[in-house]
């Protein structure tokens, strides 16, 4: 997680993560993430892994919107 630190500290805009549970859940803990984009895919398959893991700090979250798209994706 040293590589996003450095990066929030220089100039520059965003940075954008595409990742899994795990390493949204590490930098999570972290509090490195300002903005979460989830996307609800209406499929089942297993069990699949939770995106808000046990063991980290509360975080206040801010819901801003909802998009949905004819293939059933939601953008949250």
Known sequence: MELVERLKSENGKNIYFDGG???IN???KQDL???LIVLVIPVLLGNGTRL???GR????????EAKTFDTGLTQL
Do not use: C, G, R, Y
Request: no cysteine; net charge negative.
């Open 21 to 23: 549970a795990e390493v």
């Open 26 to 28: 590490e930098l999570l």
């Open 33 to 35: 993430i300002d903005e």
């Open 52 to 54: 808000f893991q046990d």
């Open 57 to 64: 700090p509360e975080q206040i979250l801010e819901f801003v």
